[in-house]
């Protein structure tokens, strides 16, 4: 498994373990694409599969090649305006006005391994995973411009990443109006594309519609990848679910404004682009500038969606989040939030601390409120220094009670934003992001620092690391609470503003790359209002994400299923919170509660001290049974048994395997109970067919490929709750999975 390039006739051939990527120079000297998909054999050339057959009313490259017809050719990475009409992955616009461009092929450059973007979250190869790095050259002779389109191939994940760069070598300044990440033409449009969308507490439901002529897309032009859309999108023939069938999967390592799309052309093929949203970003290229893309995640297989996850979600952990914290275990918490809001004082945070401790959970987080004179969310962002009516006795004493109680502390931070009411905007009202002449647009009565300003982040990189320091802080919670309007930097020239939205989230980066580098032990837990930057560019930094503010245990169950096609669960922080729910006033037992936590990085943000003494063994036992388990919840191979977008979505139920298949916890949640209905099986997955299990600790001896094929027996809900006060809706069930010994 390799890059294969057959030097006379430029064709390149990435192959992974199962997969296969071949492309190669055509005619007119810019890249065609062959094919991508289930891995076939490496021959000198496809010829095929590249055959030329003239079509009618489409133009020709040149009067001597008529079969070179863009329009009806697979390409690389497209132009504009030469005659293929479809979307182009990129466009340059010249000081003359003109937008064409004729870039040619110029060679190749194949290195083993995988080098870290500068300034941009990328993937790397540390571990010498037998990463491949293809970089093709194309110049254009007129503008003196090259664009390096990067291929590296992570054969053992089956993931291809992609990028592109441009380098102005010319002597005029041109104007980068859009350029995809990747681009990748398919023959056909008989796919389902599948897009995971919703809003602010309603994260990543699952949407499946079949392709039809025309363009679909999902994108953000808020400032952040957003609640609304995730990068994260599939394309899947018709047949496929998560037990088989052909998929593609794409993601952007990337937390701004993005594009996902796809065209399918008048020959039902379609064109997949990948990028920053070319709406609302311009890039200058004066002579010697240079623009590198955020890297894509393309990734195949023949095995069904379920492989699709499993196989990218393997490549996260191995090649893209911090690997300090890509393996390592993460801590159980309590995090005050839904349980004081901002009305804390040091003794009840220090009594909630001293519960928690009992109940046995690791790591006590203080959330929004610790700072500046923040009672409510209308002050103090910016102001990082700590609110001392709330902590009478030092805020460096009462850190250090914490960690003398064994846990661990976590502080949450809003590095981005800023209060009309903080000292920061008496001294800094040019700091804030707004356009000239126009009102500020307030959301959550807060507004955005500039970003793009180096001075900003080296306030927030000095300001955060005073407290990091003070309270030998472990963990972080960075939160942004707001979208971008009004884009525009008072720093920047007329001409450079529609930088401002790629600078802002370089800025971002900037500051998360010197925080993590400078404090390589505190961990990040990236968050906006929940799941509104739940994306690859934020788990480069910070390893977890608060997966939705919607904590409610049915919610969190559609949320959860839905984020796990993208992404792993230790991806997903889940946490049991009070009830009735904050968001939904649903009322669910503590034990779905847990039930659905469990498959996340767990924790608690619920009032403990006010917990009966029941409830407070409960929680003691259901701490027990995670840290007991939590290798396995953490980072077991994940598989969806029921899917609930797919379903009517009363049923859902899942599945953590262990690598070494000796252990395995499944889940089925029901949302209303139906009477009369048939008897329900469990039909589980990723087991060793030959092994022995038995099911929670039960006599009755299984074989692996009985629990998957035939099932396992759920009795009935009704049977276990009839007769006390507990409702049959919302229930849910564990089934502990342990090979014989
Ligand atoms: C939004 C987050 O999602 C919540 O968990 C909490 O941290 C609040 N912000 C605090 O303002």
Redesign the pocket.
């Known amino acids: 498994m390799a890059i294969r390039i057959e030097d006379q006739n430029l064709l390149f051939h990435l192959q992974t373990d199962h997969t296969s990527y071949i492309f190669h120079m055509m005619e007119n000297g810019e890249l065609g694409q062959i094919y991508y998909g289930k891995r076939v054999h490496s021959k000198p050339s496809y010829d095929n599969l590249v055959t030329r057959e003239w079509h009618n009313a489409a133009a020709v490259w040149r009067l001597d090649h008529k079969d070179v017809q863009p329009q009806v050719l697979k390409q690389e990475y497209a132009s504009l305006g030469k005659g293929d009409f479809r979307y182009p992955a990129y466009q340059v616009a010249q000081a003359n006005g003109s937008r064409i461009t004729e870039f040619k092929y110029e060679s190749y450059e194949l290195v083993d391994g995988k080098q870290r973007l500068a300034g941009l979250p990328s993937a790397f190869d540390d571990t010498d995973d037998d990463a491949q790095t293809l970089t093709i050259a194309l110049r254009d002779k007129l503008l003196g411009l090259v664009m390096h389109l990067n291929y590296t191939i992570f054969p053992h994940q089956d993931v291809i990443v992609r990028s592109a760069e441009f380098q102005n070598q010319g002597n005029e300044k041109l104007r980068l109006n859009s350029a995809a990440s990747a681009q990748l033409d398919l023959p056909d449009a008989d796919y389902d594309f599948i897009q995971f969308s919703g809003a602010w507490a309603r994260e990543r439901h699952m949407i499946r519609t079949h392709l039809r002529s025309g363009v679909q897309s999902v994108g953000s032009l808020r400032g952040t990848s957003s609640h609304q859309q995730n990068p994260f999108v599939m394309l899947a023939r018709p047949n496929t679910d998560d037990a088989q069938g052909s998929v593609f999967g794409f993601n952007l390592i990337y937390s701004g404004n993005f594009s996902d799309q796809v065209q399918v052309d008048q020959y039902d093929a379609s064109r997949v682009l990948v990028g920053i949203n070319p709406e609302e970003f311009a890039w200058n290229l004066k002579p010697g500038d240079k623009f590198q893309t955020p890297e894509a995640v393309l990734s195949y297989t023949d095995a069904g969606m379920n492989q699709l996850s499993q196989q990218m979600g393997a490549f996260y952990q191995d090649h893209l989040v911090n690997p300090r914290f890509a393996h390592e275990q993460r801590p159980t918490l309590i995090n005050n939030?839904e349980a004081t809001f901002m009305d804390f004082d040091e003794d009840k945070l220090l009594s909630f601390a001293t519960t928690a401790k009992k109940l046995g959970l690791e790591m006590f987080v203080l959330?929004?409120g610790w700072f500046g004179h923040r009672n409510n969310d209308d002050s103090s962002l910016g102001n990082w220094f700590v609110n001392e009516p709330k902590f009478p006795s030092g805020f460096g004493t009462f850190t250090q009670k914490i960690h003398d109680l064994g846990l661990k502390f976590g502080l949450?931070f809003e590095p981005e934003m800023i209060s009309i009411d903080s000292e920061l905007y008496k001294q800094h009202p040019d700091w804030l992001i707004n356009a000239p002449g126009r009102h500020a647009s307030p959301e959550r009565q807060q507004f955005v620092l500039d970003m793009t300003r180096s001075e900003v982040v080296d306030y927030l990189f000095d300001a955060m690391s005073k407290i990091i320091e003070m309270t030998k802080l472990d963990y972080i919670?960075w939160?942004m609470?707001r979208n971008i309007t009004e884009t525009y930097s008072s720093q920047l020239s007329a001409d450079d503003q529609l930088e401002v939205p790629h600078r802002y989230i370089l800025g971002v980066y900037q500051l998360y790359d010197r925080l993590v580098k400078a404090y390589p032990d505190v961990l990040f837990e990236s968050?906006s209002?929940?799941g509104g930057r739940f994306d690859l560019g934020m788990m480069y930094y910070a390893p977890q994400a608060?997966t939705s503010?919607d904590t409610d245990a049915v919610e969190r169950m559609l949320i959860q299923f839905g984020t796990s096609y993208g992404y792993p669960q230790t991806m997903m922080g889940a946490h049991v919170s009070a009830v009735p729910n904050d968001q939904v006033g649903r009322i669910t037992s503590l034990k779905t509660r847990a039930n659905v936590a469990y498959f996340g990085d767990f924790g608690y943000e619920l009032d403990i001290t006010k917990m009966s003494p029941e409830e407070q063994q409960q929680v003691k036992e259901q701490t027990a049974f995670y840290k007991e388990h939590r290798q396995l919840f953490q980072f077991g191979k994940f598989y969806r048994i029921d899917n609930p977008f797919a379903n009517g979505g009363n049923v859902m139920s899942w599945e953590v395997v262990s690598d070494d298949q000796k252990h395995a916890i499944a889940a089925r949640y029901q949302i209303l109970n139906r009477p009369n209905t048939g008897y329900i099986r469990l039909y589980l997955k990723g087991l060793d067919p030959d092994t022995k299990y038995t099911v929670n600790g039960g006599s009755e001896q299984f074989y692996g490929d009985e629990l998957m094929n035939a099932g396992l027996f759920v009795s009935d809900i009704l049977h276990e709750t009839h007769g006390t006060d507990q409702s049959a809706d919302f229930n849910s069930k564990l089934f502990v999975i342990d090979a014989v010994k």
């Open positions: 939030w959330d929004d949450w919670k939160d609470n968050c209002s929940g608060w503010d």
